[in-house]
């Protein structure tokens, strides 16, 4: 795979397409970054969450400041009683 930024959000799978994760867009991505996803994936034996990603790549800004979804999110697009 080409090293460098994602131009969308790419999911990762393994040979029986379980997730192993989803990484933004604008996530730089590389075979060292690969190989560190997977070790990860292996050791917990399950998907990878933003937490997993936020440990895994302390530089990535893409993963320290993904939004936070706490529920308001489309709150403006809502039906006004």
């Known amino acids: 795979m080409a090293a460098g930024k ?3 959000p790419k999911v990762i799978s393994d040979f029986n397409q379980n997730t192993v994760c989803l990484l933004p867009t ?6 060292e970054r690969w190989d560190k996803i997977w070790q990860r994936y292996d050791e917990k034996g399950e998907t990878l969450g933003m937490a997993d990603l936020k440990e895994l790549f302390p530089d990535e800004e893409t993963v320290q400041n993904a939004a936070i979804d706490n529920g308001d999110t489309f709150a403006r697009c ?4």
């Open 26 to 31: 604008g996530f730089y991505f590389n075979d």
């Open 78 to 81: 809502r039906d006004k009683d």
């Open 6 to 8: 994602l131009t969308e």
